[in-house]
Protein backbone atom coordinates (compact mmCIF):
# COMPACT_ATOMS: atom_id res chain seq x y z
CA UNK A 1 0.00 0.00 0.00
CA UNK A 2 1.13 3.50 -1.30
CA UNK A 3 1.79 6.07 1.68
CA UNK A 4 -0.51 8.18 0.20
CA UNK A 5 -3.24 7.89 -2.48
CA UNK A 6 -4.54 9.91 -5.22
CA UNK A 7 -6.71 9.54 -7.85
CA UNK A 8 -5.01 10.25 -11.27
CA UNK A 9 -7.72 11.19 -13.11
CA UNK A 10 -7.98 12.70 -15.72
CA UNK A 11 -11.13 15.19 -14.07
CA UNK A 12 -12.86 17.21 -17.06
CA UNK A 13 -15.17 19.70 -16.09
CA UNK A 14 -17.00 23.26 -17.18
CA UNK A 15 -15.55 26.46 -16.45
CA UNK A 16 -17.26 28.03 -13.57
CA UNK A 17 -17.56 24.53 -11.76
CA UNK A 18 -16.07 23.89 -8.16
CA UNK A 19 -13.39 20.87 -8.44
CA UNK A 20 -13.11 18.66 -5.47
CA UNK A 21 -9.65 16.57 -5.00
CA UNK A 22 -8.75 14.25 -2.48
CA UNK A 23 -6.05 11.88 -1.25
CA UNK A 24 -5.98 9.49 1.98
CA UNK A 25 -2.92 8.47 3.17
CA UNK A 26 -1.10 5.66 5.82
CA UNK A 27 1.14 7.23 8.06
CA UNK A 28 -0.96 8.90 11.28
CA UNK A 29 2.62 10.88 11.73
CA UNK A 30 2.04 13.40 8.90
CA UNK A 31 1.40 16.59 9.77
CA UNK A 32 1.73 19.03 7.28
CA UNK A 33 -0.32 18.31 4.17
CA UNK A 34 0.55 20.05 1.10
CA UNK A 35 -1.05 20.85 -2.31
CA UNK A 36 0.93 21.96 -4.96
CA UNK A 37 0.16 22.79 -8.90
CA UNK A 38 1.99 21.48 -11.78
CA UNK A 39 1.60 22.63 -15.12
CA UNK A 40 2.94 20.48 -17.81
CA UNK A 41 6.95 20.32 -18.04
CA UNK A 42 7.48 22.55 -15.01
CA UNK A 43 7.83 22.22 -11.12
CA UNK A 44 5.72 22.38 -9.02
CA UNK A 45 4.34 25.30 -7.27
CA UNK A 46 3.17 25.64 -3.65
CA UNK A 47 -1.03 26.60 -3.42
CA UNK A 48 -1.63 25.88 0.16
CA UNK A 49 -0.59 24.13 3.03
CA UNK A 50 -2.35 23.27 6.17
CA UNK A 51 -1.09 22.16 9.39
CA UNK A 52 -2.94 19.21 11.57
CA UNK A 53 -6.66 18.95 11.20
CA UNK A 54 -9.24 21.91 10.09
CA UNK A 55 -9.55 24.04 6.38
CA UNK A 56 -8.03 26.69 5.13
CA UNK A 57 -8.86 29.22 2.29
CA UNK A 58 -7.09 30.87 0.19
CA UNK A 59 -9.07 32.74 -2.16
CA UNK A 60 -11.13 30.20 -4.47
CA UNK A 61 -9.01 27.38 -3.16
CA UNK A 62 -10.14 25.71 0.08
CA UNK A 63 -8.12 22.96 1.70
CA UNK A 64 -9.31 20.46 4.12
CA UNK A 65 -7.86 18.16 6.65
CA UNK A 66 -9.53 15.00 8.48
CA UNK A 67 -6.82 13.21 10.45
CA UNK A 68 -9.22 10.97 11.81
CA UNK A 69 -10.02 9.53 8.40
CA UNK A 70 -6.88 10.17 6.69
CA UNK A 71 -8.04 12.19 4.23
CA UNK A 72 -7.41 15.69 2.84
CA UNK A 73 -9.08 17.28 -0.03
CA UNK A 74 -9.00 20.79 -2.00
CA UNK A 75 -11.60 22.70 -3.56
CA UNK A 76 -11.70 24.94 -6.17
CA UNK A 77 -14.17 27.28 -6.94
CA UNK A 78 -15.34 28.66 -9.69
CA UNK A 79 -12.92 26.84 -11.39
CA UNK A 80 -10.71 28.49 -14.56
CA UNK A 81 -9.19 26.96 -18.01
CA UNK A 82 -6.51 28.30 -16.45
CA UNK A 83 -6.78 25.89 -13.49
CA UNK A 84 -5.96 23.26 -16.01
CA UNK A 85 -3.07 21.26 -14.45
CA UNK A 86 -1.86 18.69 -12.34
CA UNK A 87 -2.46 18.41 -9.01
CA UNK A 88 -0.62 17.05 -6.32
CA UNK A 89 -0.84 16.27 -2.93
CA UNK A 90 2.14 16.27 -0.46
CA UNK A 91 2.99 15.25 3.17
CA UNK A 92 5.84 16.19 5.81
CA UNK A 93 7.66 13.43 6.88
CA UNK A 94 10.73 14.02 9.21
CA UNK A 95 11.31 17.23 6.42
CA UNK A 96 10.83 14.78 3.20
CA UNK A 97 7.87 15.31 1.53
CA UNK A 98 5.54 12.42 0.78
CA UNK A 99 3.71 13.59 -2.64
CA UNK A 100 0.76 11.71 -4.32
CA UNK A 101 0.63 10.53 -7.87
CA UNK A 102 -1.69 13.60 -8.96
CA UNK A 103 -4.51 14.28 -10.47
CA UNK A 104 -4.84 15.72 -14.26
CA UNK A 105 -7.62 18.20 -14.43
CA UNK A 106 -8.86 20.18 -17.16
CA UNK A 107 -11.65 22.39 -16.70
CA UNK A 108 -13.33 23.02 -20.67
CA UNK A 109 -14.50 26.88 -21.03
CA UNK B 1 8.51 34.63 -3.21
CA UNK B 2 11.24 32.44 -3.27
CA UNK B 3 12.98 31.35 -6.57
CA UNK B 4 14.71 28.27 -7.97
CA UNK B 5 16.59 27.73 -10.91
CA UNK B 6 17.82 24.83 -12.47
CA UNK B 7 20.24 24.47 -15.89
CA UNK B 8 19.96 22.85 -18.41
CA UNK B 9 15.99 22.79 -18.95
CA UNK B 10 16.23 20.29 -21.31
CA UNK B 11 19.75 18.21 -22.36
CA UNK B 12 19.94 14.84 -25.05
CA UNK B 13 22.92 13.20 -24.29
CA UNK B 14 24.36 9.83 -26.07
CA UNK B 15 24.20 6.67 -24.15
CA UNK B 16 27.17 6.80 -21.94
CA UNK B 17 28.27 9.70 -21.44
CA UNK B 18 27.34 12.07 -18.10
CA UNK B 19 25.29 14.85 -17.49
CA UNK B 20 25.41 18.04 -14.96
CA UNK B 21 22.28 19.80 -13.56
CA UNK B 22 23.09 22.38 -11.90
CA UNK B 23 20.33 23.83 -9.08
CA UNK B 24 20.55 27.43 -7.77
CA UNK B 25 18.51 29.27 -4.89
CA UNK B 26 18.16 32.76 -6.35
CA UNK B 27 17.29 34.84 -3.51
CA UNK B 28 17.67 32.88 -0.25
CA UNK B 29 20.09 30.56 1.00
CA UNK B 30 19.47 26.72 1.71
CA UNK B 31 21.32 24.68 3.79
CA UNK B 32 19.37 21.55 2.57
CA UNK B 33 17.83 20.57 -1.44
CA UNK B 34 16.69 18.04 -2.62
CA UNK B 35 16.34 16.00 -5.98
CA UNK B 36 13.42 14.42 -7.20
CA UNK B 37 12.77 12.37 -10.09
CA UNK B 38 9.70 12.21 -12.41
CA UNK B 39 8.32 9.62 -14.50
CA UNK B 40 5.69 10.75 -17.17
CA UNK B 41 2.17 11.08 -15.43
CA UNK B 42 3.84 10.20 -12.58
CA UNK B 43 4.39 11.70 -8.95
CA UNK B 44 7.66 12.94 -7.47
CA UNK B 45 9.93 10.67 -6.73
CA UNK B 46 12.51 12.09 -3.83
CA UNK B 47 16.34 10.72 -5.02
CA UNK B 48 17.95 12.05 -2.52
CA UNK B 49 18.44 15.13 0.03
CA UNK B 50 21.44 17.46 -0.21
CA UNK B 51 23.30 19.31 2.60
CA UNK B 52 25.42 22.33 2.10
CA UNK B 53 28.90 20.70 3.14
CA UNK B 54 28.05 17.36 3.53
CA UNK B 55 27.51 13.78 1.89
CA UNK B 56 23.92 13.97 0.45
CA UNK B 57 21.54 10.88 1.83
CA UNK B 58 20.44 8.54 -1.02
CA UNK B 59 16.54 7.48 -0.90
CA UNK B 60 16.82 3.37 -1.27
CA UNK B 61 17.15 1.88 -4.13
CA UNK B 62 18.89 4.90 -5.43
CA UNK B 63 22.89 4.55 -7.12
CA UNK B 64 25.25 6.94 -4.84
CA UNK B 65 28.13 6.65 -7.84
CA UNK B 66 25.36 7.01 -10.64
CA UNK B 67 23.37 9.86 -9.17
CA UNK B 68 26.78 12.36 -8.00
CA UNK B 69 25.29 15.19 -5.98
CA UNK B 70 27.61 18.03 -4.82
CA UNK B 71 26.40 20.69 -2.31
CA UNK B 72 28.79 22.99 -2.69
CA UNK B 73 27.58 26.69 -1.19
CA UNK B 74 24.53 27.40 0.23
CA UNK B 75 22.80 28.68 -3.15
CA UNK B 76 24.29 25.42 -5.29
CA UNK B 77 23.61 22.10 -5.55
CA UNK B 78 24.74 19.59 -8.77
CA UNK B 79 23.32 16.56 -9.66
CA UNK B 80 25.85 14.05 -12.02
CA UNK B 81 23.65 11.63 -14.12
CA UNK B 82 27.38 9.44 -14.49
CA UNK B 83 27.50 7.20 -17.81
CA UNK B 84 23.58 7.72 -18.52
CA UNK B 85 21.53 5.17 -20.42
CA UNK B 86 18.20 5.44 -21.77
CA UNK B 87 16.49 4.08 -18.98
CA UNK B 88 17.83 7.38 -16.75
CA UNK B 89 15.71 9.53 -19.05
CA UNK B 90 13.46 11.55 -17.04
CA UNK B 91 12.28 14.64 -15.51
CA UNK B 92 14.64 16.13 -12.97
CA UNK B 93 13.44 18.70 -10.51
CA UNK B 94 15.29 20.32 -7.65
CA UNK B 95 13.94 21.67 -4.50
CA UNK B 96 15.25 24.18 -2.03
CA UNK B 97 14.23 24.11 1.62
CA UNK B 98 13.71 27.41 3.37
CA UNK B 99 12.67 27.19 7.16
CA UNK B 100 9.83 29.02 7.89
CA UNK B 101 8.57 28.24 11.64
CA UNK B 102 8.83 24.62 12.32
CA UNK B 103 7.44 23.98 8.91
CA UNK B 104 10.10 23.59 6.43
CA UNK B 105 9.04 25.10 3.35
CA UNK B 106 10.38 23.91 -0.29
CA UNK B 107 10.39 25.40 -3.50
CA UNK B 108 10.67 24.02 -6.73
CA UNK B 109 12.82 24.61 -9.69
CA UNK B 110 11.35 24.28 -13.31
CA UNK B 111 13.12 20.86 -13.74
CA UNK B 112 15.65 19.50 -16.68
CA UNK B 113 14.24 17.50 -19.10
CA UNK B 114 16.89 14.79 -19.84
CA UNK B 115 16.66 12.48 -22.67
CA UNK B 116 19.21 9.96 -23.26
CA UNK B 117 20.08 8.27 -26.69
Known amino acids: QKEVEQDPGPLSVPEGAIVSLNCTYSNSAFQYFMWYRQYSRKGPELLMYTYSSGNKEDGRFTAQVDKSSKYISLFIRDSQPSDSATYLC?????????FGSGTRLLVRP | GAVVSQHPSWVICKSGTSVKIECRSLDFQATTMFWYRQFPKQSLMLMATSNEGSKATYEQGVEKDKFLINHASLTLSTLTVTSAHPEDSSFYIC?????????????FGPGTRLTVL
Open chain 1, 90 to 98: AMDSSYKLI
Open chain 2, 95 to 107: SACLAVSSYNEQF
